[in-house]
């Protein structure tokens, strides 16, 4: 099992930008499929970008052509650069790693195993 712990999460204006960071440890996170997910008050957890181990990824609509998912294989650490911020960003980000997944299931929770404990992104207009 990987455990899984996120930072860089804070409040930010609308249009602003911030950089989360997922550090993973106690398991061979290097070839897992790596995701982060993100939840509001009230709403379903939702798949925001997943990236494989050879660095290719999947998007969510939502969120494409703002937020880039990236991973440094050697840190075993896995990045979220969000840029332009809007309010409807705000939730709980999360971590998410699984040992495989195909192209329909990667941004999808039920496929992932070790989850990390979040970290809330909050952003004002």
């Known amino acids: 099992q990987v455990q899984l712990v996120e930072s860089g999460g804070g409040s930010v204006q609308a249009g602003g930008f911030l950089r989360l960071s997922c550090t993973a440890s106690g398991g061979p996170a290097n070839i897992f499929w790596m995701a982060w997910f993100r939840q509001a008050p009230g709403r379903e957890r939702e798949g925001v970008a997943s990236i494989a181990p050879d660095h290719s990824t999947s998007v969510a609509d939502s969120v494409k052509g703002r937020f880039t998912i990236s991973r440094d294989n050697a840190k075993n650490t896995l990045y979220l650069q969000m840029n332009s911020l809007k309010p409807e960003d705000t939730a709980k980000y999360y971590c998410?790693?699984?040992?495989?997944?195909?192209?329909?299931?990667?941004?999808?929770?039920?496929?992932?195993?070790?989850w990390g404990q979040g970290t809330q992104v909050t952003v004002s207009s």
């Open positions: 998410a790693a699984t040992p495989f997944c195909s192209a329909d299931t990667c941004l999808r929770p039920y496929v992932y195993r070790d």
